[in-house]
């Protein structure tokens, strides 16, 4: 199994490189997986410095997040996704039993006790 985590400036831009990538297929009924794709995760905005808060939960300073959309995606297929695919040393999702900072093949799950 390969699971890839990538980067887009936005959806669309996602969505049109996941097309072209054979990830997605679209169907009458919309999007669909396609070519060995086992799922395609949307993360969206990831923070880089989270908010912080008062004790009422009132916001003492915004979070800053890092550029564009994120994207996980698990796959039998080896694709080349070029300056989409990031490699963090933190992950934010990770796949049930895979590495939770798994970057392209992935050839051991995690054992949980």
Known sequence: ????????????????????????????????????????????????????YDDEGNIITEAIYY??????VMTTETIDFGSSEVFPIESVHSFAGYNPNADGPVNETVIVE
Do not use: R, W
């Open 1 to 52: 199994m390969n699971i890839y985590k990538l980067n887009y400036t936005d959806k669309e831009t996602a969505i049109a490189d996941l097309l072209a990538k054979g990830v997605y297929t679209e169907t009458e009924e919309g999007l669909a997986y396609s070519n060995g794709t086992q799922a395609v995760v949307e993360i969206g905005q990831i923070a880089e410095v989270p908010a912080t």
């Open 67 to 72: 550029d564009g959309i994120f994207y996980d």
